[in-house]
């Protein structure tokens, strides 16, 4: 696509459109904070209201708590700073970075990647990261501030735009989110669970013994990575980063990574940092490869949710950049005592400033839009909607997936949601003969499309603050009018992949069937 047609393209200007007004929003902080007002005031207004809906967490009809009342209110603000503490991305992305400010100060990422990139054709890179951004899910959350921000270096230091890198990085980190490359996901066995307890709430007696394997849908998800590669691919190396050729790079350039070949200290320090992680790793297999090994669950999973192994991703993130950075930094002559170390995590902080203020006020509205009942109430009334529709099942399917995609744009949690629709859906599929194990999938499908457009998803202003290291104008608008062609791309694309599967009856996954009772 050259610059000129990109320019005019009717896609194109859309998408400026949304730019330009997704960035007249107020800054993404005070969004929240307007958001939790509003939030506060509709609570309000609906906790008056006798809805019909039964929530199924209670089996009692809806009812909006009103926050503004006095105990709700009280107990807000007794909670405030728990709740920002205790908010997840918070601990997992400073935790991180500081690992990752000692790799990074020292230079040793930038080496790497240079040395890399010297042996790489940079027309490669955007699938290579892709995949890399799919495989990351077996870390949990890490792809989020490991994957993310190193696609934007790797892209600028290969001469291509750094944000493309990071729109083809979130979409295989988060587009691509149901998807598995190789192992399982703790996603897997997490979601495997809520699908057995909704489906044994079917009238059916015999579902109340039923048994959902965890990776009933793995099949389906490993080819999956193949489509997400293949559109990410696509849409970032021919739509995405020429569409970018308008977006100046200004950031600081003595922030920013750069091609310079290795010197010989540069060399020799990569080497040892590398031999360092190895020795690491070393360690930590022969410390998890024993099967009363103290990193397995109880039931001596590694891959477990549960297991410690994947409780400790983050910190494992953190010793094994922190680790090689301190020893290319010594080896390298970059770092001549301890303080230089501290002053590397240090800066890595100081950079954080705007997302902890951020984080502080999407924090307190999650947990007030949480409170308030609304986005409860919003998916179960959609679910509803869906079953009284009757549709045929191809378009029960798709319409599951749509109702999915929606849903999220209001609830970020993966399993949150489908706790709440998931006990009204699975069991009502179920009558239709459709199996839990195919309505788990398309709900997947779904929710993984448009996490990458939602600001309310958690990780969301993380990304625009990477952004924005690299281009100092980005805001929630660029972000959005920057995912927006991968979210619908891969709405569109990955429904008719599943309905493909189910038309082909290919097996979804490991003791998976598409119809119940299962033959």
């Not at 939790?36 to 089996?59: E, K, Q």
């Not at 042996?119 to 495989?135: D, E, M, N």
């Not at 448009?450 to 998803?457: D, F, K, Q």
Request: net charge neutral; hydrophobic share 55%; charged share 10%.
């Amino acid at each position: 696509m050259t610059s000129s047609a990109v320019k005019t393209s009717w896609l194109n200007r859309s998408l400026n459109a949304i730019e330009r007004i997704g960035n007249k929003l107020p800054d993404p902080a005070i969004l929240f904070a307007l958001l939790m007002f509003f939030v506060w005031g509709l609570s309000w207004a609906l906790s008056g209201v006798t809805f019909t809906d039964i929530d199924p967490r209670t089996g009692q009809p809806f009812q909006v708590k009103n926050l503004l009342e006095g105990a709700a209110f009280a107990d807000f603000m007794s909670k405030m700073v728990s709740t920002f503490v205790n908010f997840p991305p918070l601990g997992v992305v400073l935790v991180a970075m500081l690992g990752l400010g000692v790799a990074e100060y020292t230079g040793f990422i930038n080496a790497g990647l240079r040395s890399i990139l010297a042996v790489t054709s940079k027309h490669l890179l955007t699938p290579v990261l892709i995949a890399v951004g799919v495989l990351s899910h077996v870390a949990v959350d890490a792809g989020y501030v490991l994957v993310i921000p190193l696609g934007a270096v790797i892209f600028y230091a290969a001469g291509r735009h750094p944000l493309a890198g990071i729109a083809a990085a979130f979409a295989g980190v988060s587009g691509g989110f149901a998807a598995t490359l190789f192992v399982p996901s703790s996603l897997d066995p997490l979601l495997a669970g809520l699908t057995q307890a909704s489906a044994r709430l079917s009238a059916d007696p015999a579902a109340a013994s039923l048994v959902i394997n965890p990776l009933n849908n793995y099949y389906f998800t490993t080819a999956s990575v193949l489509l997400i590669v293949i559109v990410g691919w696509v849409l970032t190396d021919k739509f995405v980063e020429p569409r970018l050729q308008q977006t100046k790079v200004d950031g600081d350039p003595e922030q920013l990574p750069s091609m310079e070949p290795l010197d010989d200290n540069e060399r020799k320090g990569l080497r040892f940092a590398l031999l360092s992680m190895l020795v690491a790793a070393a360690v930590l297999v022969a410390a998890v490869w024993p099967e009363n090994s103290a990193w397995r669950s109880g039931t001596g999973e590694l891959t477990a949710a549960s297991a410690p192994l994947m409780q400790s991703i983050v910190g494992l993130i953190f010793v094994f950049f922190l680790i090689p950075g301190i020893v290319y930094g010594y080896v390298s002559g970059k770092v001549q005592t301890h303080r230089d170390v501290v002053q590397g995590m240090s800066k890595a902080m100081s950079g954080m400033g705007y997302y902890i203020v951020m984080a502080f006020f999407c924090a307190q509205f999650i947990f007030a839009f949480g409170q308030s009942n609304l986005g409860a109430l919003l998916a179960i009334k959609g679910a509803n909607y869906l079953q009284a529709m009757a549709f045929p099942m191809a378009v029960n399917l798709v319409g599951l997936v749509l109702l999915t995609a929606v849903v999220n744009l209001v609830i970020g949690s993966a399993s949150a949601k489908w706790a709440l629709i998931g006990a009204i859906l699975v069991p009502m599929l179920m009558q239709l003969g459709v199996s839990p194990d195919l309505t788990q999938a398309a709900y997947r499908v779904g929710d993984s499309s448009t996490n990458i457009i939602t600001p309310l998803m958690p990780y969301f202003p993380l990304i625009v603050v990477f952004c924005q290291k690299y281009v100092k104008s980005t805001g929630i608008g660029t972000l959005v009018a920057l995912m927006l062609p991968y979210s619908i791309t891969l709405l569109v694309c990955w429904t008719s992949f599943l309905i493909l599967f189910w038309m082909l009856g290919i097996p979804l996954g490991i003791g998976a069937s598409y119809v119940y009772p299962a033959p």
